[in-house]
């Protein structure tokens, strides 16, 4: 997925759920600014859907807390993001990380379940960002879960 050689450093969070939607609702749920919202705990990812786009997570008080890239789009299947943490200068020098979420039916034809895996990489061994998004991603996948099965986020903003 990043493309590194054997050998290469790396640390990896991979972090996999189903959600019981349908394949265009997980999808506008993942692009869409609007139920971003829903789910993001109280920050605001904002994108150009397409390669090349840019992305960025705007905190409630209008700091960018990350910017990048989509450096791999298909839709209703995968988003590949070239992410740099932009608030805390440790995890800022660590440079780029690469976020790639994936979606996929899941079940027996015609249910209405999907599979999400979402899984973040940096070329570097012990990586504190990816300690960190270890920490967020549960959280907000679980959200976002919530809100497409229940309408209702599990976690609110603190």
Known sequence: MTGTSPGTPQSKFVYVTYIKTTQDKLWEALTSREFMAQYWL???P??????G????????????????????FEPQKRI????QHEMMPELKAE???TCTMEV?????PGEESMKLTVTHTME???SKLIVAVGGGWPLILSNLKSVLETGVPLLRQK
């Open 80 to 83: 590949v993001i070239k992410w």
């Open 42 to 44: 109280g920050n605001q």
């Open 53 to 72: 786009g840019a992305w960025k997570i705007v905190r409630p008080n209008g700091e960018f807390a990350d910017t990048g890239e989509i450096i791999g």
């Open 124 to 126: 570097r061994s012990d």
């Open 104 to 108: 996929e039916p899941a079940g027996k």
């Open 46 to 51: 904002e994108a150009d859907w397409r390669i």
């Open 95 to 97: 440079g780029f990380s």
